[in-house]
C-alpha cells in the first residue's frame, strides 16, 4: 500500500513538473482535473480504498499548481450506478482556490460507470473562450470507458480543434487491457500518459519527464523595442464611449468611480467604442467584482465588429466570473486571442443567484490603439 500510494504521488508530482516552466510567463493556463469516482474506485488496497488515495493526491496537486493557473475540476460516477450522463462539474475555471474545492472532491463516493468519452466532450464545453491558450486536461482513471464510446477518437478531436487540448492520463493501477486505451487517449490527445502501479515505472517516468523538461527550456528571446503599453480602452478618461445600450446606467461601467451599479437585466447588452472610434488591438477584459453576492453577474459574452455599432459582431466567447472577491486585485480578468476591433458588445447571460437581476461594477479593456502609445 506505501509503495503504491508513493508511486501514485509522484506520478501526480511529474506531470506538473512535466508542465514548461516558460509557459507560465508566455500564455495563461487552463488545467482541467478530470477525477474517476466509478465504482471501481471502491475497491480496497490494504485498507484505504484508491477513491481515498486519489483525493489525498489530488488536492495535493491542486496546491502544486502556479498561482496564476486557472483550474476547473469534473467527476464522473459519483451520484449514480448506470448513468454514462453522470458527469459533473464540481468547480468551474476560476484562480486556484483550494477551499473551493476541496469540500466536493472529499465528497466524492465511488458508485457509478465510466463515462470517459462523455466528460472528455463536457470539458471542452468548459475551455469555450480560451483559445490560443495553453489548454491542459489531467484524467485520473483506474479502468477504461463503459459506456459504449471510443474516448480515442473524442481526445483526437480536442486536441486537433480550435481549443487545441493537451490530454495527459493518469492509469491508476490499471490491468493491460485498460492501460492500452488510456495510453491511446494521452496519444490521441497530445498529452503523456503515467502509469501508477510501481516503483520501477515510477523511475522510468521520472527519466522521462526530466528529459522532456530540459528540452522545452524556453530560449533566450533577442532585444526587441518594447511594444506600446496596454491602457484600459474603455476608460472615459481615455476616450472610452458608450454607443448603443438599454439606458444610460451602462455609462457607469466605464466612467472610473467602482461603485455598485443596479439593476441589469438578463439578456442585456451593450456596445462601446474607444477614443474617436478608432480600432485598437485587445486581449484581456475585467470586471470589478469587490466582493460575494448572489447577484453579482456570473456568465457574459463579448463580441467585437469592425464596422458598425448596429451591424453584425462575431463573439470572442462565453466568459464565467467568480463569486469571490480576489485580495490582490478585485478585478477578474479573462483572457482572449488577440483582436482589433472598433467596437466591443458586452451581453449579460446570468447571474450567480440564478434571478433575472444583477448587480455591475466597473469594466475594464485592456490594449493599444492603433498606432497609439497608450496612457
Known amino acids: 500500500?506505501?509503495?503504491?500510494?508513493?508511486?501514485?504521488?509522484?506520478?501526480?508530482?511529474?506531470?506538473?513538473?512535466?508542465i514548461p516552466s516558460g509557459v507560465f510567463a508566455a500564455e495563461p493556463l487552463n488545467v482541467e482535473l478530470i477525477i474517476d469516482a466509478s465504482g471501481s474506485m471502491a475497491a480496497k488496497m490494504e485498507g484505504k480504498t484508491k477513491m481515498d488515495i486519489a483525493k489525498d493526491v489530488l488536492m495535493g496537486l491542486l496546491a502544486d499548481f502556479p498561482g496564476d493557473?486557472?483550474?476547473?475540476?469534473?467527476a464522473y460516477g459519483q451520484n449514480r450506478k448506470e448513468d454514462c450522463d453522470d458527469i459533473e462539474l464540481l468547480a468551474p475555471f476560476g484562480p486556484k482556490d483550494q477551499s473551493?474545492?476541496?469540500?466536493?472532491?472529499?465528497?466524492?463516493?465511488?458508485v457509478g460507470m465510466t463515462p470517459i468519452a462523455g466528460a472528455l466532450d463536457a470539458a471542452e464545453r468548459?475551455?469555450?473562450?480560451?483559445?490560443?491558450?495553453?489548454?491542459?486536461?489531467l484524467l485520473v482513471s483506474d479502468g477504461k470507458e463503459t459506456c459504449k464510446r471510443d474516448p480515442c477518437n473524442v481526445a483526437k478531436r480536442l486536441h486537433q480543434s480550435g481549443i487545441q487540448l493537451e490530454i495527459n492520463v493518469i492509469g491508476?493501477?490499471?490491468?493491460?487491457?485498460?492501460?492500452?486505451?488510456?495510453?491511446?487517449?494521452?496519444?490521441?490527445?497530445?498529452?503523456?500518459?503515467?502509469?501508477?502501479?510501481?516503483?520501477?515505472?515510477?523511475?522510468?517516468?521520472?527519466?522521462?519527464?526530466?528529459?522532456?523538461?530540459?528540452q522545452t527550456q524556453?530560449?533566450?528571446?533577442?532585444?526587441?523595442?518594447?511594444?506600446?503599453?496596454?491602457?484600459?480602452?474603455?476608460?472615459?478618461?481615455?476616450?472610452?464611449?458608450?454607443?448603443?445600450?438599454p439606458d444610460d446606467l451602462w455609462f457607469r461601467t466605464i466612467d472610473g468611480k467602482e461603485d455598485e451599479i443596479s439593476s441589469f437585466a438578463t439578456d442585456e447588452e451593450a456596445v462601446f467604442a474607444f477614443k474617436e472610434e478608432q480600432p485598437a488591438t485587445f486581449d484581456t477584459f475585467a470586471i470589478l467584482v469587490p466582493g460575494t453576492d448572489s447577484v453579482n453577474v456570473k456568465e457574459f459574452e463579448l463580441l467585437v465588429a469592425e464596422d458598425s455599432p448596429t451591424g453584425t459582431f462575431r463573439s470572442m466567447g462565453k466568459f464565467q466570473t467568480q463569486n469571490?472577491?480576489?485580495?490582490?486585485?478585485?478585478?477578474?480578468?479573462?483572457?482572449?486571442?488577440?483582436?482589433?476591433a472598433k467596437y466591443l458588445k458586452v451581453?449579460?447571460?446570468?447571474?450567480?443567484?440564478?434571478?433575472?437581476?444583477?448587480?455591475?461594477?466597473?469594466?475594464?479593456?485592456?490594449?493599444?490603439l492603433q498606432g497609439a502609445t497608450g496612457k
Open 69 to 74: 493557473a486557472q483550474i476547473a475540476v469534473r
Open 347 to 368: 451581453k449579460l447571460i446570468s447571474a450567480h443567484g440564478g434571478g433575472g437581476h444583477m448587480l455591475l461594477y466597473e469594466f475594464r479593456l485592456l490594449g493599444t
Open 1 to 18: 500500500m506505501k509503495q503504491c500510494m508513493v508511486t501514485y504521488i509522484g506520478i501526480v508530482l511529474l506531470f506538473v513538473m512535466a
Open 100 to 110: 473551493q474545492v476541496e469540500g466536493k472532491v472529499r465528497a466524492l463516493k465511488p
Open 324 to 340: 469571490v472577491k480576489l485580495i490582490k486585485t478585485p478585478y477578474q480578468e479573462f483572457k482572449f486571442p488577440e483582436v482589433t
Open 126 to 137: 468548459d475551455f469555450l473562450g480560451r483559445e490560443g491558450q495553453h489548454n491542459i486536461i
Open 172 to 214: 491508476f493501477n490499471v490491468t493491460a487491457e485498460e492501460r492500452k486505451q488510456l495510453e491511446c487517449i494521452a496519444e490521441e490527445g497530445g498529452g503523456k500518459y503515467y502509469n501508477a502501479a510501481n516503483a520501477k515505472e515510477f523511475r522510468v517516468a521520472a527519466t522521462e519527464v526530466k528529459q522532456q523538461v530540459a
Open 218 to 245: 524556453p530560449a533566450v528571446k533577442p532585444t526587441t523595442p518594447p511594444e506600446p503599453k496596454a491602457m484600459n480602452l474603455l476608460s472615459a478618461e481615455n476616450g472610452g464611449q458608450l454607443l448603443v445600450a
